[in-house]
Each structure stands twice: as C-alpha cells, then as structure tokens.
C-alpha cells in the first residue's frame, strides 16, 4: 500500500509590550493521502470489485462522448487535510482589570464515498470531499473591583460550516454488468455521479454568547451570580436526488 502523510507545526510567543501586552500565535497543517483499498479486478489492491478496467473504460469512455461528463477513475488517491490556527492576545490593563482575546481556526477535509464493495465499484465522480470549518471569536474581561468583589465578562462568536461536495457535478448514475469470474448470470454495478445524498447538502451554525459573572466573599461566605445569552442560528440543506437518479440494465443500455 502506498500512503504518505505529513505534519508542519510552528508556535511563537512574546510581549508586544513588556509587563503589559503578550501573544501566542500557534500554527499547525497535516495533509495525508489515504492508500487506495479498492479498484477492479487484477489491479493488485487488498480489496478487488468483481469489474474489469475494460468495463470502466467502456463506461468512462461513453460518459464523456455521450453525456459530456467525467465519470471519474477509481485509481485516484482519497485526501485528507487539516489545517488550525490559534491567536491568543492577553492585555493587563491594570493592577485590577485584565483582557484576554482568543481567536481559532479549523478547517478539515476528507473524502468519502470512496469504499466500494464486490459488487459495486465506486468511481471517483461518485466520492466528495467533506470539509469542516471553524472560527472562533472569544474575549473576556476579568476586574477585581475590590478585595470582595470580582466580575468576569465574555462575548463569544463561533461560526461552523460543513460541506459535503461531490467530485462529480451530476446526478448519480448506476450501471448493471456482468461480474467478473462469475459462470452464471450474476451481476456487478459501476456506479459515477453524485451520491444521491451529496446533492443538496449544506450545514452552516453561528452562535452568540455575552455572559457575565460575579462573585462576591461576604465574611465566610461566598456568593456568586450570573447571566447568559446565547443565541443559535442554524442553516440545514438536505434533499436528495435534486440532480436525479439513473439506472441502466447494461453497459449497451447506457
């Protein structure tokens, strides 16, 4: 099996001003490639579907002379990456009040879709990339107003949006072809186009959160209190086989 993958991270600190103002900057990027777990028969893969390369030629060849579309390759190595990113700021504004300020970014991809089976060869137009996004803005205020009495305050945005994007731009398309070794009339499928569930697909999440707290020592007491509002906004995008579906009863049907 061949596979590859490689992690790059760097972090830097320091006083922007002595005694005063301070950062931390963190940075860190992985990408891997996946090996390959399937393709068609004698290809030498651990995992073979019961369909020759000739068939997928076939196919692949008509889908573009055809239809004008790309039906993709099996021999085509998956992707994963990930990329993140913290910036944190810390400002000590006097003996009594201190600020802080943090900011993180994520953002992850990795193809899917991209497991055949015996029966069913899979190829690329028929995978997708799904990519996560995060951004996240925080910053708080801590103040000792006297030896009794100390407040916190936050405000917090965090932004999340998931993609599921398919490597092929049409609607899913399944093939019926005779399976590869067997002596009856069994059947294997080749299926390209965009996974029936990829076709309209689309998460985003936004939340907002102020707080504020306190907290007072009253002899041997401690009293604390608080208030929080948080507001969610959410965007979900599901529906299926917006881009159609297809089925051929053979490669001559198609």
């Known amino acids: 099996l061949n596979f ?13 001003v002595q005694d005063k ?13 996946p090996p390959l777990e399937w393709g068609p028969a004698n290809a030498g893969l651990s995992n073979a579907a019961a369909v020759t390369q000739a068939q997928l030629d076939q196919i692949t060849q008509i889908a573009r002379d055809v239809y004008g579309v790309e039906a993709g390759d099996w021999n085509l190595n998956p992707e994963e990456t990930d990329e993140k990113l ?3 700021l810390d400002w000590n504004i006097s003996d009594a009040h201190r600020a802080a300020y943090t ?20 190829l690329s137009s028929n995978w997708y990339n799904k990519t996560e996004t995060l951004n996240n803005h925080a910053f708080k205020l801590y103040s000792d ?12 945005y965090m932004d999340v949006a998931t993609e599921q994007k398919s490597l092929g731009n049409f609607g899913e398309v399944a093939i019926t072809v005779p399976r590869f070794g067997s ?7 080749v299926t390209l186009g965009s996974d029936i569930s990829r076709h309209s697909n689309d998460l985003k999440k936004k939340t907002w959160i102020l707080a504020a707290d306190g907290e007072y020592l009253l002899d041997e007491h401690r009293v604390t209190f608080g208030y929080q509002l948080k507001r969610l906004d959410i965007f979900n995008l599901f529906l299926q086989r917006t881009k159609g579906q297809y089925s051929f009863n053979s490669i001559a049907d198609f």
């Open 86 to 88: 913290l910036v944190k």
């Open 4 to 16: 590859s993958n490689k992690l790059i991270g760097a972090t830097l600190g320091g006083a922007v």
């Open 145 to 156: 107003w006297s030896d009794e009495f100390s407040t916190q305050i936050s405000a917090t």
């Open 103 to 122: 900011y993180q970014y994520n953002k992850g991809n990795q193809t899917q879709g991209n497991q055949s089976s015996s029966t069913n060869m899979r």
């Open 21 to 33: 103002l301070f950062y931390f900057v963190s940075a860190e990027s992985y990408d891997a490639t």
């Open 183 to 189: 002596t009856t009339n069994q059947t294997a499928t």
